[in-house]
C-alpha cells in the first residue's frame, strides 16, 4: 500500500504494472508473510528507473537524506510509520539520539535532519542531535532558511552508552551513511539500540551483498505472481580488486561489463526491445553518485582517460574505490517537464510513505542523475482521485504508482536481508 | 498523531489546544504505554463536542458506519493501520468475513461497506460479505450509485467456525453493532476471531461502562499534562429502571438531572462560564441518535408529552429503553456555512485515520446532530500546511486538529478498557 502520487507517466498501464494491480491481494499477503521472517530497516529511500518494460530499483539507502522533499501532506503517513516502527525497538524509548551527516553548511541536508526531528518527537520522542563533528565542542545552533534552528550537540561517550549532557537515549538513530569509518565513539555500545546497525553503513556495506538478496527475493515474488524475474531485477557483476589510477584489474572489468551486456541483450531479443544495452560502473560502497560511469562497450572500460579514472577512483570523504559493481542500466523512460526523471520512494520500517522525483535537465535517459548539479522534483500529491480500484481508470497515477511501491518494498525486504546475512559475528 | 483536517474554527488557539501541542512529545509518550497494557478496538469513530472551554467525547461507536466519508486522500493511513492491526490477530490470515449491518437499501451505508471491503482489501486479505439477513440465501450483488457492486452472501455455520460458500476466514469483522441482539449464528465461535468482540455490541455494550472508563482515563491524563479533568471529561450519571411509556422512574432521572446540572453549574461557575447547563438523556444502549432528549431543567423529564415519551422509549430494532444515560451536555462552537457542526473523528488500531463533520442546519448548538435529517459534510484535507510545529501559526487549522485526535484517542483508549473490564466470564 503506497500513498497517492502523481507520476511523471501516461498513457495505459504497462503490462508489469497492470499485473501488480491484478495481483495486489496475493502481493501484500505475501509481503506480509515475509515480514513475518525478516525486520524492515527502520528507513530506507529506493532509487528506481522504470523503462517501460522494466521496473527495477538501482541504488537503495539505508541513511535517506530527503525526508524534506516529500509532501508535507504525507507526514501523518511517516508518523504512524516511525511509531510502529519505535515500538518494535524500544516501546518505553522516551529519548532518542540522532547522528547526522559531517554537514553544518548544506541547507537542504540540514532540513531533511529537521523534518526528521520533526516527525520522530510527533511520535512522542524526545530528540536531540549528536553530532560527530570535532569541532561541535558546546551546542551549536544552526539557522535554516525556513527560519528553524538545529542544535547540533557534543557526543558524550560512556563504557557501554552514548549520549549527550543530560540526555541519555535509548536508542541511536544514525542518519550519517559511514562512508568515513565507523567512528570508535560508535563502537561497543552494548546498552543502546543503534538503527541501522553499524554494519549497514558504507564502511561495511557492499551494494552486491544486497543487490545478490534483491535477486533472491525478486525471483521468488516474480514466480508468486507469475512474471519473469528479470522485469524487475537488474543484473549486475562485481570485480573486487580494481585501481583506477594504477590501471589494475580492468581485464576482470571488460570481461563483467561484457558478461552482463551480453545478458541484457539475450534478454532484449527475447522480448523485441530496440533500446541499446548499457551497464552502470560504479563504486561497489559509497554513495552520493561519485563514482559512477555509464558503459556501452566492454572497450570502454579499458581505455578510460585520466579524468574519467580520477573521477572513478574516490567517492564520498575521499574512500578509495577497489570493489566495483556492473549492474544492467535501466533506461527511464519518465520525463518531468521535459527532462529525465526517475523516482525516489521513501520508506519507514515496512511502510512507503512517499516519494519525489529525482530531476536533471542535462542528462539522458541511461545517465546516473544522483550527480550535482542535481534538481530535485518533489512528487506531487493526488487528491482529486481514489486509491487504486477496478473502478479506475487503468492508467489513473495511484495505479501506476502501486507498483513502483513495491518494487520499493522488495528492495527494502532485500536491504532486511542483506542485514541479517552480513551481520558481524563479533558485534 | 493525526491527519491534517481543517477544522471549522478560526482564531487563536484555545487554553486547551495550546496545552495539549506544547505536551504533544509526553503526550505520545504516555499513549504508547498506554496501548503496550491495553489492546485498541480494531476500529472505532468518536464524537466530539469542542466549546471552546471544553473538548470532550460525546459518543463512541465501535462499528464506524462512515469510512466513505473520509477523505480518499486519507486512505493510505487507514490501510497502513488496518495491517497493523491484522498483523496482531492473525498475521497469516488470508481470508476476512465482514459482516454488515441489514441494510440493503441505504446506499450511504453500502457505500461504508465498499469502502472498508477495499481498505482491507489492500492489506492482503481476500474480504468477503456475509449477511445476517435471512433473505439473503444465495450471493445477491448490489449496486451502489458509483456503479460499484457488493455482493452479499449467506452465512454458512459448522459446529465452531463460520464462513461462506467456499470461504473459510480466519477472522470476522463485524460492522453491525447488534442492536437487535447476538444472533445464534454468531455464537460459540472457538477457533475463529470475532472483531471486535460480541459483547462489543449494543445487545451488551453500556455508553455508562464506556464513560465510567473514560472518566478515570481523562483524569490519569489530564493529571499526567496538568488540565483540569473537566475540561476533556463530560459528567454522567444513569438511571437503569426507567419505562417512559408507563412513566415509572421519572423521579431517578429527575434527580439524576438536577445532580448532574448542579455538577455543571459548580464548574462553571467556578471558570466564570456564561453558558446556561444542560444536560442529554439518551438510551445507555444503542445509537442512531434514537432516543436522545435535551434537557435544561429536571422538571422537564417529568412533564414529558405523549409524543416525546414515545421518541424517548425505544431505539433502533426497536428495542425498548429501559435505561438512561444522563450526559453533561457540552454546546459545540464550531458551524460549518452557518450550519451548527460536530468532529467525528475515526480510528483504526490506535491510529487516527481521518474524519468528518457532522453538521446539520436547523438544530442548536446544544442538540444532538446524529439525527434523521441530518447532513454530513466531511472534513476537508489542508495540503498547503505543514504539520503541528513550533514554527507554524497557533491557529494553524491541523495544530487546531492535534486535540481533537488526542481526545478520540483518550476514548478508544477508553473503549479498549471498557472491553476487557466487560468480558463475560464464559466466552
Known sequence: MVPRLTTALSGPLLDLERR???????????????????????????DLRNSG??????????????????????????????????????????NLLLVPENHTRNTHYLQNVARLVHLLSLTGLNVRIGSLLPEITAPTPIELPNGETLLLEPLRRGPHRIG??????????????????????????????????????????????????????????????????????????????????????????????????????????????????????????GTYGMG??????????????????????????????????????????????????????????????GGFYRVHGNRGKDENLNAPGMHFEPLAFETSCSLPAPGCDPDDPPNRFYAYGVVARLAALAAAVEIERTEPQDE
Chains 1, 2 share one sequence.
Open 20 to 46: 501488480f494491480l491484478d495481483n495486489s491481494t496475493a502481493i501484500e499477503h505475501w509481503l506480509r508473510g515475509q515480514w513475518q521472517e525478516h525486520t524492515p530497516p527502520f528507513y530506507a529511500s529506493c
Open 53 to 94: 518494460f522494466k521496473l527495477a530499483p538501482v541504488d537503495t539507502n539505508l541513511f535517506p537524506g530527503g525526508f524534506n522533499n516529500l509532501n508535507p501532506a504525507f507526514l501523518p503517513l511517516c508518523v504512524h510509520a516511525a511509531m510502529a516502527a519505535i515500538e518494535k525497538i524500544c516501546p518505553d524509548a522516551r
Open 164 to 285: 549527550l549532557d543530560g540526555f541519555d537515549p535509548c536508542a541511536v538513530l544514525l542518519n550519517n551513511d559511514l562512508s568515513a569509518g565507523i567512528p570508535s565513539i560508535l563502537r561497543g555500545l552494548h546498552e543502546q539500540f543503534v538503527l541501522p546497525p553499524l554494519h549497514a553503513g558504507w564502511a561495511i556495506r557492499r551494494k552486491s551483498n544486497h543487490f545478490a538478496a534483491y535477486a533472491e527475493i525478486a525471483t521468488a515474488f516474480a514466480e508468486h505472481i507469475g512474471v519473469d524475474p528479470w522485469r524487475i531485477n537488474p543484473a549486475f557483476a562485481v570485480c573486487r580488486s580494481v585501481n583506477f589510477h594504477e590501471r589494475h584489474g580492468e581485464e576482470c572489468l571488460a570481461a563483467q561489463v561484457a558478461s552482463v551486456l551480453d545478458d541484457i541483450r539475450e534478454k532484449y531479443r527475447q522480448y523485441g526491445i530496440s533500446e541499446s544495452p548499457y551497464v552502470v560502473v560504479k563504486a561497489d560502497a
Open 292 to 353: 559512477v560511469m555509464t558503459v556501452r562497450d566492454a572497450d570502454e572500460v579499458i581505455a578510460l582517460n585520466r579524468r574519467q579514472r580520477n573521477k572513478m577512483s574516490v567517492v564520498k570523504e575521499g574512500l578509495e574505490v577497489s570493489e566495483v559493481l556492473i549492474q544492467e542500466g535501466v533506461p527511464t523512460f519518465e520525463t518531468v517537464s521535459d527532462a529525465v526523471a526517475e523516482p525516489v520512494i521513501y520508506l519507514i520500517d515496512r511502510y512507503v510513505v
